[in-house]
């Protein structure tokens, strides 16, 4: 995954979650992942906890507001130079504005809007933040995945309102897949599922490395979460598909070996 200063135009280059239990995610993903929570003022940042693995920015997480109902999950922020036109390109290419564009202050500037399948994604634009500072470690995102049941009109929301270079990397009927950047520079998938997955929800997935696939399941589950897929091999390396301490959705992956 490239790093901070080299990402491709719309990279993901933010995570954050969304807890019904801040205290218990935060103990969470500091038992599995290492990471250290800190919590910013309550009164400039409305409490907001970031999470560091080796002193770098590695995620974000914040209380669920009372408004929004109950919601534990995990977000993806897309880069952007232009906040405001990106939201512009948004609405005009069939996504809808769900907030923002808010600034963040001494941070940068956010919003956070729906894909025309109402997948939901946010939009970051550094100032002079730049997200996630720590890349291809244990502990860290290693991939990003949205799975679409309207994949061509997807493929082409996010290469035209994002800037996304695209590369067709399945084609076949049971496998359509389509990549941001190619070889060792891609960084993000887009996964046809309306032939295996009609009724599930369309949503964006976040793998995070582990050594050992079968251990960090083991791990989740000792910690309060639940595993959902089981370890498996693939050409991509073994994974598994896991929920946290308060139902929040995620993946593991184990690299191949010099993958």
């Known amino acids: 995954m490239p790093s901070p200063t080299n990402r491709p135009a719309g990279a993901p280059c933010w995570i954050e979650l969304t807890t019904s239990d801040v205290s218990a995610s935060t103990k969470f993903y500091g038992d599995l992942f290492g990471w250290h929570a800190e919590q ?62 808010h600034a963040v202050p001494n ?35 290693l991939w990003f995945e949205l799975h679409s049941r309207n994949y061509d009109r997807d493929v082409a929301f996010y290469r035209d309102v994002f800037g996304w270079d695209t590369y067709v990397a399945g084609d076949e009927p049971d496998f359509r897949y389509t990549t941001l950047g190619s070889g060792v520079g891609q960084v993000a998938g ?27 399941c083991e791990r989740v589950t000792s910690l309060g979460g639940s595993v959902v897929i089981a370890p498996e091999d693939t050409p991509y390396g073994r994974l598994a598909a896991v929920t946290d301490a308060t139902g929040a959705a995620f993946k593991l992956i184990t690299p191949p070996a010099g993958g």
Do not use: N
């Open 190 to 216: 887009i996964m046809d599922g309306s032939a295996w997955a009609p009724e599930a929800p369309m949503e964006w997935s976040i793998y995070f490395g582990v050594d050992d696939c079968d251990k960090g």
């Open 40 to 101: 910013r003022s309550q009164e400039e940042y409305g409490g907001y906890v970031s999470f560091s693995l080796h002193d770098d920015a590695v995620a974000g997480c914040m209380a669920v507001q009372a408004q929004d109902g109950p919601a534990d999950l995990w977000s993806v922020y897309l880069q952007t130079d232009d906040v405001a036109a990106t939201v512009e390109a948004v609405t005009s290419h069939g996504g809808q504005l769900r907030g923002g564009p």
């Open 107 to 141: 941070l940068g500037v956010m919003a956070f809007v729906t894909d025309p399948s109402g997948a939901a994604i946010g939009s970051w634009q550094a100032d002079p933040f730049p997200g996630i500072a720590v890349v291809d470690e244990p502990g860290t995102p």
